[in-house]
């Protein structure tokens, strides 16, 4: 089992590169769903984990890539991206100071280098190469996208919005057509995104950083648009999705859209400010 996300699984090298990613002869395109050069922006992205949440959310919002998520594989690549939580450190830990910047070989530096160590040619450079960096100085203590949330809720949620707001365009679409598939995917990774935000509202509250304030500011106005997008647009669509699957008496699927419209109350929470 691993992550939808991990690059070096998808690429079958250890620890890739950004230059591993632009040399290799073959990459995933998801049933010919990305282009060479598109596949190659976001495995690129991928090898960055510490901002890759910015990143890959803009190149999903840019164009009309919104609509590559009709493709399972990357439906589960952007949820991984999102939501899995990267390396970790304690709370107390993110204030050591940075002091050394680690040096990312590609496949074929680090070969060089460990048969260069082991051959004691270079053996300090090369021993300064290959040392472990310690990932915890680029740790979260809450995860990546929490994290994105409190220290920068408009590099994220404005690329999520953009992406939640086409299915606009899909709304008027049957429950039994293939629209709906990607429709109700929309549905739940804004309702998750939701909940991510009101925990990073309860956290900026309670911080006492500097540009707390302010973030909680950008972060509310952006729940609020989230709160009218998911009972306004979203709760019209799952009810005309209702009504057709009940018009024709099928309860397996009105049972599904009735769950997706309890789905929207989840993160109802009466002390909350959006």
């Not at 953009?162 to 990607?182: C, K």
């Not at 009105?254 to 769950?259: D, E, F, I, P, Q």
């Amino acid at each position: 089992v691993h992550s939808p996300a991990d690059v070096a699984k998808l690429l079958s090298l250890e620890a890739p590169t950004e230059d591993d990613v632009l040399h290799a002869d073959r990459l995933p395109n998801f049933d010919d769903t990305l282009s060479r050069e598109e596949g190659e922006m976001l495995f690129s992205y991928l090898t960055v984990s510490y901002v890759r949440v910015p990143l890959v959310l803009n190149f999903f919002a840019s164009t009309d890539r919104v609509t590559y998520l009709f493709n399972t594989g990357l439906q589960d690549l952007l949820r991984a991206v999102l939501f899995e939580t990267g390396p970790w450190c304690d709370e107390r830990d993110r204030s050591r100071t940075i002091d050394t910047v680690p040096v990312r070989l590609t496949e074929a530096q680090r070969r060089e280098a460990q048969a260069d160590l082991e051959r004691g040619v270079g053996s300090a450079g090369g021993a300064q190469v290959i040392r472990p960096f310690d990932q915890r100085v680029l740790g979260t203590s809450y995860g990546l996208l929490l994290n994105e949330l409190c220290c920068s809720p408009h590099a994220c949620m404005q690329p999520l919005m953009r992406m939640f707001s086409a299915i606009e365009d899909l709304a008027s679409s049957s429950v039994y057509s293939p629209d709906a598939t990607f429709i109700l995917y929309m549905v739940s990774l804004a309702v998750d995104v939701e909940t991510y935000a009101q925990h990073a509202a309860t956290l900026l509250r309670d911080s006492q950083a500097a540009n707390a304030a302010d973030n909680l500011q950008v972060l509310g106005e952006y729940r609020a648009q989230l709160h009218s997008y998911l009972h306004g647009l979203v709760a019209r669509t799952l009810e005309a999705w209702r009504l057709e699957a009940e018009s024709r008496a099928d309860m397996p699927t009105a049972s599904v859209v009735h769950a997706y419209l309890a789905l929207l109350w989840s993160n109802v929470d009466e002390d909350a400010d959006s």
